[in-house]
């Protein structure tokens, strides 16, 4: 902020699946700091973030711990095990440090994620895809857009739910991960959100 050349009003962040948990994550860490920019977001927007975990992540999870259980695939699981600590954040949406002090973080399915409330400052949003144009569609609720299932993006777990209100969130169908970052249509809704305030 001190080093833009023009007084900053307002700030919005537009985070793309892993990029919206940094977004929770510096927007928790920046309030807790009393940091000055946390004053000035205004909109935090999720494309795709896996707020309650990634499917993918989990499966590498589960596929590692098997490998480990036998001494002629225990080198497999000590590769795929070398994922990083990004990447395994992936698995519940951890945000925060204290999700893996002091805890293996390679152990099968332990989710000690905390529940860190969303900036109340700011307005947030999401954006959820399905390959389906339904989001009901059996396919779409097991694979999402292939990378972050529906329930996901919106915050919507069994042990945590983030409280977006429901004007808030749009579903867009026989949609991928990938084509969130440069579709016309989800432009069109950022646009019209950071500029309405979504009312």
Not at 25 to 37: L, P
């Amino acid at each position: 902020m001190a080093a833009w050349p023009v007084a900053i009003e307002d700030i919005a962040i537009v985070g793309h699946s892993m990029g919206g948990l940094v977004a929770r994550s510096a927007c928790h860490y920046g309030r807790d700091a009393g940091c000055r920019w946390i004053d000035r977001v205004r909109h935090v927007v999720f494309l795709s973030s896996p707020h309650v975990g990634a499917p993918l992540e989990k499966t590498a999870n589960v596929t590692a711990w098997m490998l480990g259980l036998t001494d002629v695939t225990r080198p497999f699981a000590d590769v795929l095990n070398a994922r990083s600590a990004g990447i395994k954040d992936l698995r519940f949406g951890s945000i925060v440090d204290e999700d893996w002090c002091d805890a293996d973080v390679d152990a099968l399915l332990v989710d000690r994620t905390a529940d860190v409330p969303l900036l109340e400052s700011a307005s947030h949003y999401f954006v959820a895809a399905t390959v389906t144009r339904d989001a009901r569609h059996p396919l779409g609720v097991a694979v999402g857009d292939l990378l972050v299932r529906e329930a996901s993006a919106a915050g919507r777990g069994r042990a945590r739910r983030l409280r977006f209100p429901i004007e808030h969130g749009r579903h867009f169908g026989a949609m991928t991960h990938l084509e969130l970052l440069n579709h016309p249509d989800v432009y069109d809704q950022l646009r019209w959100w950071l500029a309405s305030d979504g009312r």
